[in-house]
């Protein structure tokens, strides 16, 4: 009796660790193979042969195709540089430069990776839309009401996810630092 | 309580195990993965155009909506598949997974450096039956090995503006990927003649 009492503890231990353990991992990513420069994250390896199993879960988890390296590669932000979460009600400014690539695409999603609705049915920005500066920087304004500029609305959402996707681009799995892939800054500058 | 210590331990590392079988299991045993997500909206060695990623009825998550996309979902037990993809205007490209998601080849429009995207994918044993013919091995013909036999092609066309998405569209329509009927060239050619 006192066997069997310890065997099913011991089982039921094994399985909630296991499966909590994965979900996590599955969930929130791991750090494994990840490049980050300022508030951005990218997996390169993901759009390779080699990418690692924790990586793999959460991409059939989550059932989306990542980029293939040939083709470019993904970096996402959920918070600003100051580590604050993205919220859909503040004012947050992106600017700065991007890294060299061909054409870049700038894309709000939720937590889900769904677009957000909007009545402009703006969902991002490509490199060919966007209105630069004087000297080649850009300055995109994320907000639920309308700024002038480059506009990219929330729909008020209380967190977002920003994806900047390079495509034909030098960067990749060799992308160490900022100096091979300068990223632009995300900072929040008034909430209401 | 030496028991209890010794239960905790070894659920702990039987929970190890069950992280690990589980982490490496879940790609095979995944329902609601990409390409089980498409096979009821894609036909098989064809393409299909996706619907534009909008609120709501994005087929997968994290689409770039600044794209127009089209599936080639294959199957190569039938013969080595030939894919056709004309060129838009800004930026094409063709992604390779298997049916477990793995993105094991990718090109763009300047990688293939022509108007059009050609590609013969074919499974490692197809490959190795190809006969060593010059003309076959030529190196404009571009062979794509793939890991498994079957697996998505992602067909992917910029639309650099939203006024542009109709001609990105287009251009992913004139695409093709189909089974290659006609036999290897080995089988009409007799060798010993050469």
Redesign the interface.
């Known amino acids: 009796m006192r066997l069997l009492f310890?065997t099913l503890?011991?089982?039921?231990?094994?399985?909630?660790?296991?499966?909590?353990?994965?979900w996590i991992?599955?969930t929130r990513g791991t750090e494994f193979g990840t490049l980050t420069i300022g508030a951005w994250t990218a997996r390169p390896k993901?759009?390779?042969?080699d990418?690692d199993?924790?990586a793999?879960?959460t991409?059939?988890?989550?059932?989306?195709?990542?980029?293939?390296?040939?083709?470019?590669v993904?970096f996402t932000a959920t918070t600003d540089d100051k580590k604050k979460p993205l919220d859909g009600r503040c004012d947050v400014v992106v600017s700065g430069v991007t890294p060299p690539a061909?054409?870049w695409?700038l894309?709000l999603?939720d937590n889900?990776?769904?677009?957000?609705?909007n009545t402009l049915?703006r969902?991002?920005f490509?490199?060919?839309?966007i209105v630069r500066g004087a000297d080649g920087t850009l300055e995109i304004h994320i907000a639920s009401r309308s700024r002038s500029g480059n506009w990219l609305p929330t729909g008020g959402i209380e967190r977002y996810a920003l994806?900047l996707?390079l495509?034909?681009t030098p960067v990749g799995v060799a992308t160490r630092t900022q100096r091979d892939a300068p990223m632009p800054a995300i900072a929040t500058v008034g909430c209401p | 309580m030496i028991?209890l210590a010794?239960?905790?331990i070894?659920?702990?590392?039987?929970?190890?195990?069950?992280?690990l079988?589980?982490?490496?299991a879940?790609?095979r045993i995944?329902t609601?993965?990409?390409y089980?997500?498409l096979t009821p909206m894609t036909a098989l060695n064809a393409v299909t155009p996706l619907p534009l990623?909008?609120?709501?009825t994005?087929p997968?998550?994290?689409m770039?909506?600044?794209?127009a996309t089209a599936i080639c979902r294959y199957d190569l037990s039938e013969g080595p598949l030939k894919l056709t993809v004309p060129v838009s205007q800004?930026?094409t490209?063709v992604?390779?997974?298997t049916r477990?998601?793995?993105?094991?080849?990718?090109?763009?429009d300047?990688?293939a450096g022509k108007k059009v995207i050609e590609l013969d994918l074919m499974t490692e044993a197809q490959h190795s039956e190809l006969p060593e013919d010059e003309e076959v091995t030529s190196a404009d013909r571009l062979i794509i090995d793939s890991?498994t036999s079957t697996g998505?092609i992602?067909l992917?066309a910029?639309?650099?503006?939203?006024g542009l998405m109709p001609q990105a569209q287009a251009s992913l329509k004139a695409a093709s990927c189909s089974v290659q009927t006609e036999p290897p060239a080995k089988a009409e050619k007799p060798r010993g003649k050469r």
Do not use: C, W
Not at chain 1, 126 to 129: L, P, V
Not at chain 2, 10 to 19: A, Y
């Open positions: 310890i503890m011991t089982l039921l231990i094994a399985t909630g660790v296991g499966v909590g353990a994965t991992t599955t993901t759009g390779t042969s990418v199993p924790y793999r879960a991409i059939t988890r989550n059932g989306e195709l990542p980029i293939g390296t040939g083709d470019g993904a061909r054409f695409t894309t999603y889900k990776g769904h677009l957000v609705a049915q969902y991002g490509t490199s060919q839309e994806m996707r495509y034909d | 028991r010794f239960t905790i070894v659920g702990v590392l039987l929970g190890g195990v069950v992280h079988v589980s982490v490496l879940l790609p995944a609601q993965d990409a089980s997500r990623a909008e609120p709501g994005s997968m998550p994290f770039d909506p600044a794209f800004a930026y490209s992604s390779f997974y477990n998601e793995l993105a094991y080849y990718a090109i763009n300047r990688s890991p998505l992602v992917k910029l639309a650099a503006e939203p």
